[in-house]
């Protein structure tokens, strides 16, 4: 066994291969959803770049300072960065709660700063991959399934709930609790990102043996009408819509940056 991995055994074999896009077309259903929203789409990324000198202070690349985010990293693509600075310099969030931390924390941290708000980060991870501790207001050190969901009670219209998880689906998992017991009963009005979902496609080849899942779960949400919650952002689809895309050109065109991916996996919702 290798260390910090677990193995699960399956009774009933199957072949964990892409279904939709990757050579395929995208799911018919979604992709129609997504697209009938492009003016929207278009009209918020648009907005956003009102917020684009604060962006630009964002280093390329890892800097020696360890709190600094940057455009080029292995976490977040250029898309995701955008967005995610965009939504918190327009909602002005009280609380910024986030579930998995690391480099979006200093992102966030960043995004405040730059845009002189007072927004509290409230962290959930029981082992962050980056010494993110100084820059949240609170921390809480134990997994997902073991919080208080009472804590999720002090979220209200303009925050902000980021969860990036295990994103697999199993009894009483990270996943699971966020879809069935958060997400269903939060307030009307919070931002809500969920990161790597790749709708209306499918996971890609290369992450075919991560066994991820829960993209499957908010796929039936959004299948079934998806009553509490509304569509704003799906980085994913974005990521191949020339046409949305091309809202951000005087962003992307700019000399310092250089070589930033101008795709994402980002998803973005607001309750209702």
Request: overall charge positive.
């Given at each position: 066994?290798?260390?910090?991995?677990?193995?699960?055994?399956?009774?009933?074999?199957?072949?964990?291969?892409?279904?939709?896009?990757?050579?395929?077309?995208?799911?018919?259903?979604?992709?129609?959803?997504?697209?009938?929203?492009?003016?929207?789409?278009?009209?918020?990324?648009?907005?956003?770049?009102?917020?684009?000198?604060?962006?630009?202070?964002?280093?390329?690349?890892?800097?020696?300072?360890?709190?600094?985010?940057?455009?080029?990293?292995?976490?977040?693509?250029?898309?995701?960065?955008?967005?995610?600075?965009?939504?918190?310099?327009?909602?002005?969030?009280?609380?910024?709660?986030?579930?998995?931390?690391?480099?979006?924390?200093?992102?966030?941290?960043?995004?405040?700063?730059?845009?002189?708000?007072?927004?509290?980060?409230?962290?959930?991870?029981?082992?962050?991959?980056?010494?993110?501790?100084?820059?949240?207001?609170?921390?809480?050190?134990?997994?997902l399934e073991d919080v208080d969901l009472a804590l999720f009670k002090r979220l209200n219209a303009g925050d902000i709930l980021f969860f990036d998880g295990s994103h697999r689906a199993f009894m009483n998992s990270d996943v699971t609790v966020f879809f069935l017991d958060i997400l269903p009963n939060l307030s009307p009005g919070i931002f809500v990102h969920i990161h790597d979902i790749e709708l209306p496609y499918d996971y890609p080849a290369e992450r075919a043996?991560?066994?991820?899942?829960?993209?499957?779960?908010?796929?039936?949400?959004?299948?079934?009408?998806?009553?509490?919650?509304?569509?704003?952002?799906?980085?994913?689809?974005?990521?191949?819509?020339?046409?949305?895309?091309?809202?951000?050109?005087?962003?992307?065109?700019?000399?310092?940056?250089?070589?930033?991916?101008?795709?994402?996996?980002?998803?973005?919702?607001?309750?209702?």
């Open positions: 066994m290798f260390k910090g991995y677990y193995p699960v055994f399956l009774d009933y074999p199957f072949v964990p291969r892409p279904r939709y896009g990757h050579g395929k077309p995208p799911h018919a259903q979604l992709y129609a959803q997504f697209a009938a929203l492009k003016p929207e789409i278009t009209k918020l990324l648009s907005e956003f770049l009102k917020f684009e000198d604060g962006m630009r202070r964002i280093p390329l690349r890892k800097t020696k300072h360890t709190a600094d985010p940057s455009w080029i990293n292995k976490w977040f693509a250029g898309l995701d960065v955008f967005a995610l600075y965009g939504f918190i310099a327009s909602s002005k969030p009280k609380l910024y709660l986030e579930i998995g931390s690391g480099f979006s924390t200093k992102l966030a941290r960043q995004a405040i700063q730059e845009e002189q708000l007072r927004t509290r980060i409230l962290s959930v991870d029981p082992r962050p991959r980056a010494e993110i501790n100084p820059l949240c207001d609170e921390l809480f050190r134990r997994p043996h991560w066994y991820y899942s829960e993209q499957y779960l908010l796929a039936v949400a959004l299948l079934e009408g998806h009553k509490n919650f509304r569509v704003l952002l799906p980085n994913a689809f974005v990521s191949q819509e020339p046409d949305c895309l091309e809202a951000l050109n005087p962003l992307w065109n700019a000399p310092g940056l250089k070589g930033v991916p101008k795709t994402g996996n980002s998803f973005w919702l607001q309750t209702v």
